[in-house]
């Protein structure tokens, strides 16, 4: 295993392990999220590089895709629980009292 890989490894394990453990604000729970896609994104990019396979070079372009419609909602739904609750904490917002 080289560096590369066990960076991209670490960081998404990280990552991870943050998003399970640190939940108190939704805004560092997103920001957990897109270090994952962040992670994701690399790694993808750098596989068919490695292999010179050309036909995996679409992948990154639809997890960046995916990843700028994932930061979109998670924004989207911040603002409007911070309007509707007075805060961002992740404890305040339950789903059944929707």
């Not at 453990?21 to 939704?26: D, I, S, V």
């Not at 992670?39 to 068919?48: G, M």
């Amino acid at each position: 295993m080289s560096f590369l890989h066990l960076s991209f490894y670490s960081a998404f394990a990280l990552s991870s392990l943050g998003l399970a453990f640190h939940r108190t604000h939704l805004i560092s729970a997103l920001l957990c999220l897109e270090s994952i896609i962040l992670s994701i994104y690399i790694a993808l990019s750098t596989l068919p590089i490695e292999n010179q396979t050309p036909s995996l070079t679409l992948m990154p372009i639809l997890i960046l895709a995916f990843s700028a419609c994932e930061a979109g909602t998670g924004l989207a739904i911040l603002v409007a629980s911070t309007r509707t609750h007075g805060s961002d904490h992740l404890h305040n917002l339950n789903l059944l009292q929707c």
